[in-house]
């Protein structure tokens, strides 16, 4: 699935490509956990913001889970072109203090309903993303290496996951934040934030690891503004968050949601990266065409 941006000179933005390039084609044809945060500057209370405002809350979020050290995720992205959408899940760990993770995605059925896709195993790294079970011409032993920060999304929706410490990276850019009060998730007291990040404004403060794919984003998507819901549990520890990307093409408009559930604070995250003979270097086939690309 390729769209066209209105900013970088026209350059084709491969929404989800490597990862589930194969099924858009056939769907859409392009269509209990314990613990708080030390945060820099001290610990983080979520409730109703004081000082600072909302938008200082969750300028915070990445220092917070950082802090926190890791967590278990659930992710799901919609998305939806000319009235057709597809949904991507993915389960997982992830290391907020290293960036690296491991989250295993599930395709959605094609548009006959088959169920034959194989779950895509995914490794996070600053920097990298790493695929196994890419299929499309690679050997099932092989991993797929990518350059996040080559990417023009910078891995906020090619791999079908938001990286998840680029998701927290994202709201320091919040701006034009609202407190929209308590609510209940999964069991946890959470609080609701509602805002608008500023891709710009997140690479420029996001971390060293981080900042080299978000102004790769900050470059390549048609527009900086990224709407977002965000809920916070009382040690500010970001539990959800759920941002909705947009992008410019020839045809419909592209509407892209990625949600990320964040729980099991704490637990052991491996993460083994492959070697270099285990990274396949030939040609990956697009869709179902068969053409190649490297």
């Known amino acids: ?122 490794l996070l790294a600053p920097g990298a993303l790493y695929m196994k079970n890419r299929g499309a011409g690679v050997p099932d032993e092989k991993w797929v290496r990518v350059d996040t920060t080559a990417l023009e999304d910078g891995n906020l929706v090619t791999g079908g996951v938001t990286d998840p410490m680029a998701a927290a990276e994202l709201l320091r850019g919040a701006r034009a934040v609202t407190y929209e009060g308590e609510t209940e998730l999964a069991g946890v007291t959470v609080h609701h934030y509602r805002g608008t990040a500023d891709l710009g404004r997140a690479a420029g403060a996001a971390s060293a690891e981080s900042r080299g794919a978000l102004t790769a984003a900050a470059k390549g998507f048609s527009t900086d503004s990224v709407p977002f819901d965000a809920y916070l549990d009382e040690d500010g520890r970001l539990r959800k968050v759920r941002h909705r990307f947009t992008f410019a093409s020839e045809g419909p408009a592209v509407a892209v949601v990625s949600t990320m559930l964040l729980y099991g604070f704490g637990v052991p995250v491996t993460v083994r990266l492959p070697d270099r003979g285990d990274i396949y270097t030939g040609l990956i086939q697009q869709g179902q065409g068969g053409e190649g690309d490297r």
């Open 1 to 122: 699935m390729v769209v066209q941006q209105d900013r970088g000179g026209g350059a084709a933005l491969a929404v989800c490509a490597l990862a589930v390039a194969g099924v858009m084609a056939v769907t859409a044809g392009c269509s209990g956990d314990s613990g708080g945060g030390e945060a820099r500057g001290g610990q983080l209370r979520a409730g109703p913001p004081g000082a600072g405002g909302p938008g200082e809350t969750l300028r915070r979020v990445a220092d917070v889970l950082a802090a926190a050290g890791s967590a278990e995720l659930r992710t799901s992205m919609e998305t939806a072109s000319g009235g057709t959408r597809v949904t991507i899940r993915g389960q997982g760990t992830y290391d907020f203090r290293r960036q690296l993770g491991q989250v295993r995605v599930v395709l959605p059925k094609d548009a006959a309903g088959e169920t034959g896709h194989r779950p895509i195993t995914e």
